[in-house]
């Protein structure tokens, strides 16, 4: 018997009892459409996680911290310096390693104007390893990058990058606290709807930074003007400073820090940095660098990837629990096959036996009731896929517009998640291509596999009595 023989025959044998197909068929319909809906809940969810982290922060990021006293292995003292920077930067697949430093510690202020009416906190600037801003990921609107080399504390100038918005920063010290004219705010407007420009013209006004310690006529003052190199390319992801602070090269920043601290005649033992950001080269790597730190001594640090990991653990073991579920579906239309497959062979039992004595092979047989049971599966899985892609569009349509439907909770986590910038993700299924190509396979094998028993069955009756058989 040939091959479409085969198959026309299994056609015309399922089309002969349509009914008790058609039920058949809404078995498998059914349990594709719950497996594929809550694979895409997942799916969906896990992309939502990771936008919200994105927004939030460097996934490929790790922050080292060196707070606190530190023991190696040998027990000796362990300290996040210049040393242990480059051993970090020698693991395998990071991209680049800095110390992070901020101004907190210095008293001082950021001036600029005739006589230095305008002025901003040493708080917003921030110390990093020049070399170490691109590879980071960190991009200039305008300008160059620091120069890198050592710091001299006969400078007299300072090299930094700015925000787009650092003007906004400064303040007018001639006025009161409680005035609103003191402070100028990105967006305001006058009574005319013009929009206002900030105090300072970064790109233009000469900016100096004065060190300060004590108060009134015994004050010490130190000064440096600053240099602007470059503006940053605003990214709140990586920063607030990217977008309203001062960066400069690390080394200045130390040196600044010696110099305050000689000033106010302090001696300070501190040999580690704060903070150091670690850049991984890919985000599949990012678990094995920080373990790797971690056998350094520093087992201190944090990354987006923890919290992405518990979250995809959460919402793997609601998939497992839901897909389960959904799962059974699938097993009651298999056995739903088993059944239509084994009452087909009984109504059928003096059809296989006349083929048999027409010199039919086993084979053959066994072949026309694997092909029904399998196209039972594989349409099956067709229209359960199709009712997947209908569902899946409506979920999305209706949470667009806010209206209910609030899915992926059941996977671990809200529906909406709010992005730095304010926006939200609503997306609560995904189907991909991959999951719609498995689904279909998988219906067509739930129904081969479902066709076995009832084609052994039907091979093993005897002819003689299959002919006799009413």
Not at 60 to 71: A, I, P, S
Request: hydrophobic share 40%.
């Amino acid at each position: 018997m040939k091959i479409s023989d085969e198959i026309s025959l299994s056609a015309r044998n399922l089309l002969r009892r349509k009914g008790r197909t058609a039920l058949t068929l809404v078995g498998v319909v059914i349990g594709t459409c719950m497996v594929v809906l809550m694979i895409s809940l997942g799916i969906a969810q896990t992309k939502t996680n990771e936008e919200m982290l994105q927004s939030w922060g460097d996934l490929t990021q790790v922050e080292v911290y060196g707070y606190g006293t530190m023991m190696g292995s040998d027990g000796k003292p362990l300290y996040l310096d210049d040393a242990a920077i480059a051993n970090i930067k020698q693991i395998p697949h990071v991209a680049a390693a800095t110390p992070y430093a901020q101004g907190y510690n210095l008293d001082g202020t950021i001036s600029a104007g005739r006589n230095g009416r305008y002025t901003t906190g040493v708080y917003n600037i921030v110390g990093i390893d020049p070399t170490a801003l691109e590879p980071m990921g960190f991009a200039l609107q305008s300008g160059s990058w620091p120069t890198n080399g050592p710091a001299s504390e006969k400078a007299t100038k300072l090299q930094v990058l700015v925000g787009a918005s650092t003007g906004y920063s400064f303040e007018d010290s001639r006025k009161s606290y409680n005035s609103p004219k003191r402070y100028r705010y990105e967006g305001q407007t006058d009574a005319n709807g013009k929009e206002l420009p900030p105090f300072v013209d970064i790109n233009k006004d000469k900016m100096t930074l004065t060190i300060t310690v004590g108060e009134g006529s015994t004050a010490k003052t130190r000064s440096w003007e600053l240099e602007v190199v470059g503006v940053m390319e605003p990214d709140g992801a990586k920063g607030y400073w990217t977008q309203s602070g001062f960066v400069m090269r690390i080394q200045d920043l130390q040196m600044l820090q010696k110099v305050y601290n000689d000033m106010n005649k302090v001696k300070t033992d501190n040999k580690s940095y704060d903070e150091v950001y670690v850049k991984v080269d890919d985000l599949s790597n990012v678990t094995d660098v920080e373990d790797a730190i971690h056998e350094l001594g520093f087992s201190n640090t944090y990354s987006m990837n923890q919290q992405r990991e518990e979250m995809q653990q959460q919402v793997l073991k609601s998939q497992m629990i839901f897909g389960g579920i959904a799962a059974v579906s699938l097993l009651v239309a298999a056995i739903n096959i088993i059944n239509t497959m084994t009452m087909a062979i009984y109504e059928r039992t003096r059809e296989i036996g006349v083929m048999k004595v027409l010199g039919c092979e086993l084979g053959n047989i066994r072949t026309m009731f694997l092909l029904e049971s399998s196209t039972i599966g594989f349409i099956g899985g067709l229209i359960g896929l199709a009712v997947s892609l209908i569902a899946s569009f409506v979920l999305n349509h209706l949470s667009a517009f806010g209206q209910g439907f609030d899915l992926s909770g059941l996977m671990g986590g809200d529906s909406y998640y709010y992005m730095m910038d304010g926006s939200s993700s609503g997306t609560i299924s995904v189907i991909p291509p991959w999951l719609m190509l498995a689904a279909l396979v998988f219906a067509t094998l739930v129904g081969l596999v479902a066709g076995i028993l009832p084609a052994n069955k039907a091979v093993k009756i005897s002819a003689l009595e299959a002919i006799r058989h009413d």
